[in-house]
T-cell receptor, first 118, second 111 residues
Framework: GAVVSQHPSRVICKSGTSVKIECRSL??????MFWYRQFPKKSLMLMAT?????????EQGVEKDKFLINHASLTLSTLTVTSAHPEDSSFYIC??????????????FGPGTRLTVL | AQSVAQPEDQVNVAEGNPLTVKCTYS??????LFWYVQYPNRGLQFLLK??????LVKGSYGFEAEFNKSQTSFHLKKPSALVSDSALYFC?????????FGSGTKLNVKP
């Protein structure tokens, strides 16, 4: 199956700093990428939908100025957590869709990034 | 309103026994349903999907799921569980241009 990578796999930062997480589709072109946050009770919450070359669509309650998403190419999307605070500590997961015909195309998920803000 | 529900936080089953992980969905919208599995330190992996067609869907690793419209359910099943099936399972629905995740069910398969 298609491979999606995330970098870094884990990051620890001080409160107030910014952290960038990369999501790459390694062997296919991803027209759409999704960013999720996984809470300790396990469920994934969709944060935003990212389409190549256009602005991301954020879910209600997600601060777009805090969670900056850039989808500059068909193989790369980045999530930048700006001025991170301890409550931003979480597991962030990206996924990518190959092609346009949702929902027929499955999502391919990255392995996730564990963010810890001290 | 929650689009999919997984009523069990955890399911315990002995190796070799059949397993069922439950999922129900709300009536509104299209019932495009998926099952994904999450192993520790690995990305979520696709198991199977129901878009249209046969109600019984066969997927990866011997898993299958039955779409039941009258019960609004899409339970994941496997005839004979393996210890290596122990993981976190998510029922996912595509509705209104978004993917909605169930709360997840931890499957424990004991030798």
């Amino acid at each position: 199956g298609a491979v999606v990578s995330q970098h870094p796999s884990r990051v620890i930062c001080k409160s107030g700093t910014s952290v960038k997480i990369e999501c790459r589709s390694l062997d296919f072109q991803a027209t759409t990428m999704f960013w999720y946050r996984q809470f300790p009770k396990k469920s994934l919450m969709l944060m935003a939908t990212s389409n190549e070359g256009s602005k991301a669509t954020y879910e209600q309650g997600v601060e777009k100025d805090k969670f900056l998403i850039n989808h500059a190419s068909l193989t790369l999307s980045t999530l930048t957590v700006t001025s991170a605070h301890p409550e931003d500590s979480s597991f962030y997961i990206c996924s990518a869709i190959h092609g346009l015909s949702l929902p027929y195309n499955e999502q391919f998920f990255g392995p996730g990034t564990r963010l810890t803000v001290l | 309103a929650q689009s999919v529900a997984q009523p069990e936080d955890q399911v315990n089953v002995a190796e070799g026994n059949p397993l069922t992980v439950k999922c129900t969905y709300s009536v509104s919208g299209n019932p495009y349903l998926f099952w994904y599995v999450q192993y520790p330190n690995r990305g979520l992996q696709f198991l199977l999907k129901y878009i249209t067609g046969d109600n019984l869907v066969k997927g990866s690793y011997g898993f299958e799921a039955e779409f039941n419209k009258s019960q609004t359910s899409f339970h994941l099943k496997k005839p004979s569980a393996l210890v290596s099936d122990s993981a976190l399972y998510f029922c996912v629905r595509y509705n209104f241009n978004k993917f909605y995740f169930g709360s997840g069910t931890k499957l424990n398969v004991k030798p």
